[in-house]
């Protein structure tokens, strides 16, 4: 069977139409080319900061600071252009810098510290939403030209359809770190490390730089993924984004990558991300559903993956030993 | 002195000293307590007051990360314990009946115990890494609490409920002698009896420990599922002081707290230690420096990054590797010369 290791991935990707089959038969308008590409564009920053966690999560570690980035990357943006006048040509290079350079700090305390990324991360986030309340309590909303029109051009698709520009951002990272992860030496660093972070450092594989870079990249596509939100909702506001990255662990587990490191997926992530956005979009189209429906399925989700991946673990350790 | 300096409480313990001294500093008034119409009140005991649900939480807390775990559904299982025990008394005819008050207890804290159990079970029984496990019933947790609550913050006008977080007795707060009776009875349990043995060695290493006829598998469900109870209490507690539930808001962070609690206490995240007086310390810190800074007049959001740089400076103090860069350092740049010398004298 050659084929077994994308199981997880075809099932990722099952699910997905199966629940968008069953919402297009029980909702008249919801099959439609425009709901389809709607998932990706109510969903682009969880997509970028999801591609980002995946990486991280493959690499054996976890990045909790991601949902207060994009706050603080909001934040950051909508001061600087709203009340300072700076312009957006400089505003965002600054802020993914930002981001990037506060992954990069992380990094580099859990690999040259030896602290567990669970705990450094938590004190990311702890700084990034506190950061944001220092620049300000109060919602900033942003009507500079640049981001009202980049909020609303519809970059048409045929057919009378359109995406928007935050949703094209996030199908270029998505080919980016496809690339990345699978043709390049640095995602094959990634996922050795993953693997065995003792036998990466026996094989003289750069662990130390490939980790860094690992937060580092995470770091940048939070920031950038703060940047699509801010699109998104014109606004800075230190309470956007709340419990983000639990949405973002949760689209990349159901993608089918392992939370113990080294096996998994760009592309499952993107379907795991738009299975949330199914979720979210057939409980719109309830209309008597209350939107705490989607947390609970996403919980039961994320139950039913991790029990899967249990399975096919153990089967293959099975098929190992015999 | 040298042994003192060497006891687990003593940096604890010196950094809520500290802070204390800084808010006398800031506040003359801050050590005062006064008598008024048979309760004591005075900042100290507000500390208590409010801080209970944090040490409760945090105590469940620090079993399960002595057994190398991490439980981060306790803030969910405090909404859902508050959301149910408010649901129970505002659906009865008297909301002041003593039976209804102990039948809602019961309740929310028979659904935190299974909460618990749950736990216990992808853990132990399914073998799940802990941070995982637990993240299911944080992320449907929310939902489940406001699926009680229909999305509502509910309200509730019962005496004998708001006596568990806001009544006093023998003058003090209430809620201050649930927190003593399970601390005493956890501290009892793990010093006095084997559990607190058994909790070590599956911390240290499950598998020599399950071959040494230990059950690693109830030991692990039976942490997850003190933890579970006691954030059921918690969130007993806080919805009982203000008088309803809200799924939304009830215990936000309160895990994030309760690790960095447990942290603060001495207990490695590594497990196979754990001390449940350096816990108390940790959590009554942590309240502390949410008062201070409500006191000094900083805007409380600060909070956060205070606490950050609370949690890296705990976790590099903890960390070998940053010790011994800086121990080496010292002993490089200060003493080259002496330490060539002494082995000869």
Partial sequence: MRNRKYTSILVTFGLFVLMFASGSFLYTGFFSLQVLLNLLIDNAFLLITAVGMTFVIVSGGIDLSVGSMIALTTMISASLVQQHGWPPGVVIPLVLTLGALFGWGMGAVIHYFQIQPFIVTLAGMFLARGLCYVISIDTITIDHPFYTSAAQTKVAVGGGNFLSVSAIIALIVVALAVYLAHYTRFGRNIYAIGGSEQSALLMGLPVARTKMQVYTLSGFCSALAGVVFTFYMLSGYGLHAVGMELDTIAAVVIGGTLLTGGVGYVVGTFFGVLIQGVIQTIISFEGTLSSWWTKIVIGLLLLVFILLQRLLGARRAMQQQG | ?345
């Fill in chain 2, 1 to 345: 002195m040298n042994r003192i300096a060497k006891h687990h409480l003593f940096w604890p313990l010196t950094v809520l000293a500290a802070l204390l001294v800084c808010n006398l500093l800031v506040e003359p008034d801050f050590f005062k307590i006064e008598v008024k119409e048979g309760h004591l009140y005075g900042s100290l005991i507000d500390i208590l007051n409010f801080g209970s649900p944090l040490i409760l939480v945090a105590i469940g807390m620090t079993l399960v990360i002595a057994t190398k775990g991490i439980d981060l559904s306790v803030g969910s299982i405090v909404a859902i314990a508050g959301a149910v025990g408010c649901m129970t008394i505002s659906k009865g005819a008297d909301q002041n009946a003593m039976g209804l008050v102990l039948s809602a207890v019961a309740i929310s804290l028979l659904l935190s115990l299974l909460l618990g159990l749950w736990n216990g079970f992808l853990v132990a029984g399914v073998g799940i890494q802990p941070i995982i496990a637990t993240l299911i019933l944080m992320v449907a947790g929310r939902g489940i609490a406001q699926l009680i609550t229909d999305g509502q913050i509910i309200t509730v006008t019962s005496e004998s409920y708001e006596y568990i977080g806001a009544g006093s007795l023998f003058t003090l707060p209430f809620s201050i002698f649930i927190v003593a009776v399970v601390f005493a009875l956890a501290s009892i349990v793990t010093r006095k009896t084997a559990l607190g043995l058994f909790i070590e060695s599956v911390g240290c290493n499950p598998k020599a420990s399950r071959l040494a006829g230990v059950h690693a598998g109830w030991v692990i469900a039976t942490v997850y599922i003190f933890g579970g109870l006691c954030a059921g209490l918690a969130g007993l507690i806080l919805s009982a002081n203000v008088s309803s539930a809200d799924g939304n808001n009830a215990g936000l962070w309160y895990e994030l707290d309760a690790i960095l609690a447990v942290v603060i206490g001495g207990t490695s995240l590594n497990g196979g230690r754990f001390y449940l007086a350096g816990t108390l310390v940790g959590a009554l810190i942590i309240q502390t420096l949410t008062t201070t800074i409500y006191m000094v007049g900083v805007p409380p959001e600060i909070t956060l990054v205070v606490k950050a740089f609370v949690v890296l400076a705990v976790c590099l103090i903890q960390s070998e590797a940053f010790r011994n860069a800086i121990v080496q350092r010292w002993k490089t740049r200060k003493y080259p010369a002496e330490r060539e010398v002494s082995p000869h004298a």
